[in-house]
């Protein structure tokens, strides 16, 4: 490796880090630094990443090195790649988020790696970045740290007691598009060190209700990243496939990442990344198992030939298929049933189960809770209101489909 200087280390490295998409750092524990030392956790609900070309940031986001013995097909930092490689010290990675901290560029570090020599040696390099700024520099900032499932789990363990966010990349949303992307990665262990996360991070959330100084374990939880469209997986199975990482590993976030085609990619890539409305819609739907009380399955069933539509969101998708749980009473429905309403968010429903209890909601009171009463107009009835035959209408698809937008011919 060539001799560089650390801004063209950094220019490599978080150049290097920007397709891992798993970095929010919403939903840690309150953490200030009043009582000495710098940094805190307070007031970051959104965060970007750093890099040379401009891109906001709050994050430090890099990679200790963009060297790896793996050769998975979808990465750009993969062995066989022929991109410029460059490594960072520990030291530097420790001066760097000092540095950029104490000048108010950032609120805290991402860290990623390649692997180099092995998984356990790169482990180590990367808990010592994490151990010096909590120990030896009192940084009370947002550290998240990508762990490597093939390490020594004492060494993850390790990882944990000193970031906010730990993260694993279950990669490939099937086993078999792994096995075909990334043959020297395995399901198994991904799964083995995912489970081994969540325990030891709700024994500490225990732990911490007992005992005011019981030890710190990734307060922010876990997070994992799943790339779409490099394989042919569908979106029901993307979705199935979250749901069950919600389920067995309490994950925080999955975060969904189109494929983009990398330069130099390998043959057995798509040469064309998916549209980023797909990514958009498994976002939607995610939400849906999240917040609206959806089942994978029930999200599955608004797909067709498992795709979820590009032209309409998954909600109004499941109500267009569903019409017969329509229409929704907004002055009797229980709040369940008014999440379903395409149109009606959860802030939207709280307040109409609030206004309630007090008056007879009419349809211009929903409609100044929503984006467009056009919209929700179909699927509910008001005191005032009823949809008559709207819900059965054959053309209410097109009705509520956004007008679609005329592509540039040559947009860049
Ligand atoms: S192990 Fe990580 S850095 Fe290495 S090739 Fe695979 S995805 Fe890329």
Known sequence: MA????????EVLADAAKYDASCASSGTAK????????????????CHAYAPDGRCISLLKILLTNVCVFDCHYCINRKSSNVRRARFTVEEVVQLTLGFYRRNYIEGLFLSSGIIKSSDYTMEQIVEVA????????????????????????????????????SINVELPT????????????????????????SAIVDAHDASRRYKSAPRYAPAGQSTQMIVGADAATDSQIITSASGLYDSFGMRRVYYSAFSPIPDASAVLPLKRPPLLREHRLYQSDWLMRFYGFRAEEVGAATEGGMLPLDIDPKLAWALKFRDSFP?????????????????????????LSARRHRQLRLEDVGRLTQSIAKVRPFITAADWRPVALVDRADLRTRLAPPAEQLELFAA
């Open 3 to 10: 001799h560089m200087s650390l801004k063209q280390k950094l």
């Open 31 to 46: 953490r200030d630094s009043r009582g000495g030392g710098i940094g805190s956790t307070e007031g970051m609900g959104i």
């Open 131 to 166: 151990r010096l700024l909590r120990e030896e520099h009192q940084f009370h900032g947002y550290i998240h740290l990508k762990t490597i499932p093939d390490a020594d789990p004492a060494l993850i363990e390790a990882a944990g007691r000193y970031a906010d966010r730990i």
């Open 175 to 198: 086993v078999a598009g792994l096995k075909r992307l990334a043959p020297e990665k395995s399901a198994t262990r991904i799964s083995t060190a995912m489970a081994g996360m969540k």
């Open 328 to 352: 929704v009473d907004v002055n009797r429905a229980d709040k369940e049933r008014l999440l379903r309403v395409p149109g009606l968010g959860t802030k939207a429903v709280k307040t109409i």
